[in-house]
């Protein structure tokens, strides 16, 4: 019966079509391979608190919760000054903002409305700031409280809101990729 076996699989080789990974004919006898040892496990990499990164401290010395708490203090600068052209560069491409009356602003309309001077903010202070990071130390959400003071057209601003910001590191680059204000209702 095995040369049976041996002169089918002989004669129908596409039944057999990777020599090396079912055996070898050799002189009549089909020649299974040696079966190799599962490779070792890995040691698993060591668990990290939730929020935090192995990258989480960079190359100044600086963790990253630092560095995006300084980039919020450039941004809420630039809002002050109305520096269209630093917001320009610290919002990503695909940057949208839901604001704090509901509406949806890209990242052309933000920086446009502060560039024609429809929005425009006097006061600006920022308090139980949060920021925790994902994603290996890649995206960074920081959630918070400020009071703001100003106008959006003819709309006057003065109140407190709860923020949420989400930044991404693009490259060797932080941009702000999304925000989202709420107003807090007085009790």
Same mark, same amino acid.
């Given at each position: 019966?095995?040369?049976?076996?041996?002169?089918?699989?002989?004669?129908?080789?596409?039944?057999?079509?990777?020599?090396?990974?079912?055996?070898?004919?050799?002189? *009549?006898?089909?020649?299974?391979?040696?079966?190799?040892?599962?490779?070792?496990?890995?040691?698993?990499?060591?668990?990290?608190?939730?929020?935090?990164?192995?990258?989480?401290?960079?190359?100044?010395?600086? $963790?990253?919760?630092?560095?995006?708490?300084?980039?919020?203090?450039?941004?809420?600068?630039?809002?002050?000054?109305?520096?269209?052209?630093?917001?320009?560069?610290?919002?990503? &491409?695909?940057?949208?903002? !839901?604001?704090?009356?509901?509406?949806?602003?890209?990242?052309?309309?933000?920086?446009?409305?502060?560039?024609?001077?429809?929005?425009k903010f006097e006061v600006i202070t920022d308090?139980?700031?949060?920021?925790? &990071?994902?994603?290996? *130390?890649?995206?960074?959400?920081? &959630?918070?409280?400020?009071?703001?003071?100003?106008?959006?057209?003819?709309?006057?601003?003065? *109140? $407190?809101?709860?923020? !949420?910001?989400?930044?991404?590191?693009?490259?060797?680059?932080?941009?702000?990729?999304?925000?989202? &204000?709420?107003?807090?209702?007085?009790?």
């Amino acid at each position: 019966m095995n040369r049976v076996l041996v002169a089918f699989l002989v004669s129908l080789p596409f039944l057999l079509p990777a020599a090396s990974a079912h055996g070898q004919l050799i002189r *009549g006898r089909l020649i299974l391979p040696r079966p190799q040892p599962a490779p070792a496990p890995q040691p698993a990499a060591p668990e990290l608190p939730k929020g935090r990164s192995a990258g989480a401290e960079l190359s100044n010395g600086l $963790s990253r919760e630092a560095v995006i708490l300084d980039l919020e203090k450039q941004r809420r600068e630039a809002i002050l000054r109305n520096d269209w052209m630093t917001l320009d560069r610290l919002y990503s &491409t695909d940057y949208l903002a !839901t604001t704090f009356s509901g509406n949806v602003r890209t990242k052309a309309q933000a920086v446009n409305a502060f560039k024609s001077g429809k929005l425009k903010f006097e006061v600006i202070t920022d308090d139980d700031v949060l920021v925790r &990071t994902y994603n290996h *130390g890649h995206t960074a959400i920081v &959630t918070g409280r400020n009071y703001a003071k100003g106008k959006d057209g003819d709309r006057v601003i003065d *109140g $407190s809101r709860r923020f !949420t910001h989400v930044w991404i590191l693009e490259g060797l680059r932080w941009q702000m990729v999304s925000s989202h &204000t709420s107003p807090i209702l007085k009790k």
